[in-house]
T-cell receptor, first 111, second 115 residues
């Protein structure tokens, strides 16, 4: 049972435009969500997180939105830069749940 | 500040051989983890150690053993390697277990091929 779903395997965006990366989850016990970014031949690095008591968290060019009723979250990157090209993993966790990752989405930002 | 260090970076094994993947962190974190990443599968938890002296199975523990040697070091052992264990292995650490506000810090991975 896939508890965290990133249904689109890839996304291509023009530099300067908005990138929207989507993530759905099924586990109602998740109360925290995190996004990680991964470059080739490197480990994932933490990007941004959101608690289930919030519906938005912003950090510079990165904003995460949470819609609990729809069990959906999204990561917005504005404006997108070529250096943002990477694989992005969505993950959820809760008091009785281990951190569970989605399969990742590959973002390509075209110059 | 090295963060999380994994050795080796690359390894090729023959079926049935054994090896130990090493991991050390210098951030004084309590919790450590081993993940594997396979194409189209994301990151899957193999084993974790919530604190020094404890270890627990994750999602895909079969064929692996772990040792939390001390607070800094957490090793992963393959006793009899199989081609299905060909993967990229990541070690990670966090300050305080599974809390959402205690994000994981990952090493750069070990790419293992079993022939």
């Amino acid at each position: 049972d896939q508890q965290v779903k990133q249904n689109s395997p890839s996304l291509s965006v023009q530099e300067g435009r908005i990138s929207i990366l989507n993530c759905d989850y099924t586990n109602s016990m998740f109360d925290y969500f995190l996004w990680y970014k991964k470059y080739p031949a490197e480990g994932p690095t933490f990007l941004i997180s959101i608690s289930s008591i919030k519906d938005k968290n912003e950090d510079g060019r990165f904003t995460v939105f949470l819609n609990k009723s729809a069990k959906h979250l999204s990561l917005h990157i504005v404006p997108s830069q070529p250096g943002d090209s990477a694989v992005y993993f969505c993950a959820g966790t809760g008091a009785n749940s281990k951190l569970t990752f989605g399969k990742g989405i590959t973002l390509s930002v075209r110059p | 500040n090295a963060g999380v260090t994994q050795t080796p970076k690359f390894q090729v094994l023959k079926t049935g051989q054994s090896m130990t993947l090493q991991c050390a962190q210098d951030m004084n974190h309590n919790s450590m983890y081993w993940y594997r990443q396979d194409p189209g599968m994301g990151l899957r938890l193999i084993y974790y150690s919530a604190s020094e002296g404890t270890t627990d199975k994750g999602e895909v523990p079969n064929g692996y053993n772990v040792s939390r040697l001390n607070k800094r070091e957490f090793s992963l052992r393959l006793e009899s390697a199989a081609p299905s264990q060909t993967s990229v292995y990541f070690c990670a650490s966090s300050e305080a277990g599974n809390r959402g506000d205690s994000p994981l810090h990952f090493g750069n991975g070990t790419r293992l091929t079993v022939t």
